[in-house]
């Protein structure tokens, strides 16, 4: 409350009067609401009035112990004060049973307001209302993204979290009586509008970050279904990257910009060859968010076909891709001239400023209209060695089996063994190019022989990598740079695969497998702002450190029995501790969670 100073002239003489004023929020905004009129006070400097205001505030929730008897204004405020503002049984003077005093229904309010509030700064609520979707599906749509942010959980588990968090409190009470039906309700209607909401939000991420619209990491990975998925026509078996070769899977194609935000996603057969995906990629970027020309699209070597490198360039786009490693042996005397190779610098990582960084060295070569960078890695040097000690020790052990079957004679026929060593070449294509297989059929042995100069031209390309790009405006170091960024999709994979918990799928429609994992990108979408506006400030926390933390700032109700049998519940969060208000400030967010709701219960009448 405060006080507020009037004028008004009344046939040439001006009469002042003050007004006890405090401020409400409505529908339109925060306005000022009028309590009464105090009259003319007596003169007092005008600093003293908000002083007085607060007495007078006091004196009316029943706090005159504190007033002063011998101010008059106060008096005669507190009795205007009285007469014109009813006396609600919350703002009357109660007298409170100590002993009783509790407090219930705690619920974690932190990582929800963040998530919600998010929600709204991204414009969620407004791109889904302009789908045409009732609120009512727009708040489970928030609710169940919100839930993939914060404590994944499917469908049938959902309504128990959401009864366990503070989100009934922040979105509306109809959600504590919510059940899994309306929720598979809302994954299809999702499932038509995905491709425009995804559209509607980038548009508004590029406008709300500033973010570069010229640059495309575009990756590929798997996720595997618990079940036979029957019937979904795109659950195949085919190269798990979950190690489930088990189960059938679908693969997630996913381009996101340079700075981490996701672009567009699309959604492949489980069987479906990384190579034959880039077409369909670069058509949903064309028709959603635009390719403009001279655009630049970072693709791993798994797509580094001449016929993907080929399409790009026919949409007058350019490439930044890794070559494959039959293309890197054929530079072999390049890596052996020292001369060429300059060092990249690299910067101490901002989460672990006493990690070292692997030392890195890069080349450029011009070569037709390609431009090549070598890359050498000293990190890369003992993991490459690894991968093929390991390859070459298995290959060893199988072929060990395969001759002690034929010594034995369980293995035969020739053409049986010569299936056996192709199963072999193929189940090793890493290190089996090393080996000379064949089988002798007049001494009937298998003869197996290393070819030393392959062996010693593998150890020399160890750490060794190949980059080729179309762009002639690159150094080295920069289209080492840009390649590196490819980094950011595959750690998108991990926060979609672990923090928002996107496998196991346990859906089997083709229909609510798609919206399931649209739910994932649209948590990624909030994932990814809150560490990229922590990342702007010079904060390099994840996630899921936030997430921990922020679950100690909680709502709760305060129960305050009186000694009349009546009770006084008021539903409140918790004060912010000093980590929270630290989060808040900055993400930008308000500390207030919630604006206090008082309820009162009459004591109960005891029968006759």
């Given at each position: 409350m405060?006080i507020?100073q009037t004028?008004?002239?009344v046939?040439?003489r001006?009469?002042?009067?003050?007004?006890l004023v405090?401020?409400?929020?409505t529908p339109?905004g925060?306005?000022?609401?009028?309590v009464?009129s105090?009259g003319?006070?007596?003169?007092?400097?005008r600093?003293?009035w908000l002083?007085l205001?607060?007495?007078?505030?006091a004196?009316?929730?029943g706090?005159d112990?504190?007033?002063?008897?011998g101010d008059a204004d106060?008096?005669q405020g507190?009795?205007?004060?009285?007469?014109?503002?009813?006396r609600s049984?919350?703002a009357?003077?109660?007298a409170?049973?100590?002993?009783?005093?509790c407090?219930?229904?705690?619920r974690?309010?932190?990582?929800?307001?963040?998530?919600l509030?998010?929600?709204?700064?991204?414009?969620?609520?407004s791109?889904l209302?302009?789908?045409k979707?009732p609120?009512?599906?727009c708040?489970?749509?928030?609710a169940?993204?919100?839930n993939?942010?914060?404590a994944p959980?499917?469908?049938?588990?959902?309504p128990?979290?959401?009864?366990?968090?503070?989100l009934?409190?922040?979105l509306g009470?109809?959600l504590?009586?919510?059940?899994?039906?309306?929720?598979?309700r809302?994954?299809?209607?999702l499932y038509?509008?995905r491709?425009?909401i995804?559209t509607?939000?980038?548009?508004?991420?590029?406008?709300?970050?500033?973010?570069e619209?010229?640059?495309?990491?575009?990756?590929?990975t798997?996720?595997?279904f618990?079940?036979?998925?029957n019937?979904n026509p795109k659950a195949?078996?085919?190269y798990?990257r979950d190690k489930?070769?088990?189960a059938k899977?679908v693969?997630?194609g996913?381009?996101?910009g340079?700075?981490g935000?996701?672009?567009?996603?699309?959604?492949?057969a489980?069987?479906v060859?990384d190579?034959?995906?880039l077409?369909t990629?670069?058509d949903?970027l064309?028709?959603?968010v635009g390719?403009?020309?001279?655009?630049?699209?970072?693709?791993?070597?798994?797509m580094?076909f001449?016929e993907n490198?080929?399409?790009i360039q026919?949409?007058?786009?350019?490439?930044?891709?890794?070559?494959?490693q039959?293309?890197?042996?054929?530079?072999?005397?390049?890596y052996?001239?020292?001369a060429g190779?300059t060092?990249?610098?690299?910067?101490?990582s901002?989460?672990?400023?006493a990690?070292k960084?692997t030392?890195?060295?890069?080349k450029?070569?011009r070569?037709?209209s390609?431009t090549?960078?070598?890359?050498?890695s000293?990190g890369r040097?003992?993991?490459?060695r690894?991968?093929?000690l390991k390859?070459e020790g298995r290959l060893?052990?199988?072929l060990?089996?395969l001759?002690?079957r034929?010594?034995?004679?369980?293995l035969k026929?020739?053409?049986k063994?010569s299936?056996?060593?192709?199963?072999?070449k193929e189940?090793?294509?890493r290190?089996?190019r090393y080996?000379?297989l064949?089988?002798?059929a007049a001494?009937q042995a298998?003869c197996?022989s290393?070819?030393?100069?392959?062996?010693?031209?593998?150890?020399?390309?160890?750490?060794?990598y190949?980059l080729k790009?179309s762009?002639?405006d690159?150094s080295?170091?920069?289209a080492?740079?840009?390649y590196?960024?490819?980094?950011?999709?595959?750690?998108?994979f991990?926060?979609?695969k672990s923090?928002?918990?996107e496998?196991p799928i346990?859906h089997?429609?083709?229909?609510?497998?798609?919206?399931h994992?649209?739910?994932?990108?649209l948590?990624?979408?909030l994932?990814?702002?809150i560490?990229?506006t922590?990342r702007?400030q010079?904060?390099h926390?994840?996630w899921?450190?936030?997430?921990?933390c922020l679950?100690t700032?909680?709502i709760c109700?305060?129960?305050?029995?009186?000694t009349?049998?009546?009770t006084?519940r008021?539903?409140k969060a918790?004060?912010p501790e000093?980590e929270?208000l630290?989060?808040?400030r900055?993400l930008?967010?308000?500390s207030?969670?919630m604006?206090p709701?008082k309820?009162w219960?009459?004591?109960?009448?005891?029968?006759?």
């Amino acid at each position: 409350m405060f006080i507020r100073q009037t004028r008004h002239s009344v046939q040439g003489r001006t009469y002042t009067n003050y007004l006890l004023v405090e401020s409400v929020r409505t529908p339109k905004g925060p306005r000022q609401k009028v309590v009464c009129s105090l009259g003319d006070l007596s003169p007092r400097p005008r600093q003293d009035w908000l002083k007085l205001a607060h007495k007078i505030e006091a004196a009316l929730i029943g706090q005159d112990d504190l007033l002063d008897p011998g101010d008059a204004d106060v008096a005669q405020g507190v009795a205007k004060a009285r007469a014109h503002r009813p006396r609600s049984r919350a703002a009357a003077t109660i007298a409170i049973d100590p002993a009783g005093v509790c407090s219930e229904a705690h619920r974690a309010a932190g990582p929800v307001h963040v998530g919600l509030q998010i929600w709204r700064r991204l414009g969620l609520d407004s791109i889904l209302r302009e789908r045409k979707l009732p609120p009512k599906t727009c708040r489970l749509a928030c609710a169940m993204v919100l839930n993939r942010l914060i404590a994944p959980a499917s469908e049938h588990a959902m309504p128990d979290w959401i009864r366990r968090s503070a989100l009934a409190d922040l979105l509306g009470r109809e959600l504590d009586a919510i059940d899994p039906p309306p929720l598979y309700r809302t994954l299809d209607r999702l499932y038509p509008h995905r491709a425009a909401i995804e559209t509607a939000l980038v548009a508004r991420e590029r406008s709300l970050f500033n973010l570069e619209p010229t640059l495309f990491l575009y990756d590929l990975t798997s996720t595997y279904f618990e079940g036979l998925a029957n019937h979904n026509p795109k659950a195949k078996r085919g190269y798990s990257r979950d190690k489930r070769p088990d189960a059938k899977q679908v693969v997630i194609g996913l381009a996101i910009g340079r700075e981490g935000f996701p672009v567009a996603h699309e959604i492949f057969a489980g069987n479906v060859q990384d190579r034959a995906t880039l077409a369909t990629m670069l058509d949903r970027l064309a028709e959603r968010v635009g390719l403009p020309e001279g655009a630049t699209v970072v693709i791993d070597r798994g797509m580094a076909f001449d016929e993907n490198l080929a399409e790009i360039q026919r949409r007058k786009l350019h490439y930044v891709v890794a070559a494959r490693q039959s293309e890197r042996d054929r530079w072999l005397a390049e890596y052996d001239e020292a001369a060429g190779f300059t060092p990249v610098l690299r910067t101490p990582s901002p989460t672990n400023p006493a990690q070292k960084k692997t030392k890195v060295e890069v080349k450029l070569v011009r070569h037709e209209s390609e431009t090549h960078v070598l890359c050498v890695s000293q990190g890369r040097v003992q993991k490459d060695r690894a991968i093929r000690l390991k390859h070459e020790g298995r290959l060893l052990a199988d072929l060990d089996r395969l001759r002690a079957r034929i010594e034995e004679g369980r293995l035969k026929k020739p053409p049986k063994i010569s299936e056996a060593i192709g199963r072999l070449k193929e189940r090793y294509p890493r290190v089996a190019r090393y080996y000379d297989l064949a089988y002798d059929a007049a001494a009937q042995a298998l003869c197996a022989s290393r070819n030393e100069e392959r062996h010693a031209r593998a150890e020399q390309l160890d750490g060794c990598y190949l980059l080729k790009t179309s762009r002639s405006d690159l150094s080295a170091e920069e289209a080492w740079r840009i390649y590196a960024l490819l980094t950011r999709a595959e750690a998108a994979f991990r926060d979609m695969k672990s923090p928002l918990s996107e496998r196991p799928i346990f859906h089997h429609k083709e229909r609510r497998v798609e919206a399931h994992i649209f739910l994932c990108v649209l948590a990624f979408h909030l994932l990814i702002a809150i560490e990229h506006t922590l990342r702007s400030q010079g904060v390099h926390t994840s996630w899921a450190s936030l997430r921990d933390c922020l679950g100690t700032h909680q709502i709760c109700t305060i129960v305050l029995p009186t000694t009349a049998g009546a009770t006084l519940r008021i539903r409140k969060a918790s004060t912010p501790e000093p980590e929270h208000l630290e989060i808040y400030r900055l993400l930008g967010l308000p500390s207030e969670i919630m604006r206090p709701k008082k309820t009162w219960s009459e004591p109960a009448i005891a029968a006759a």
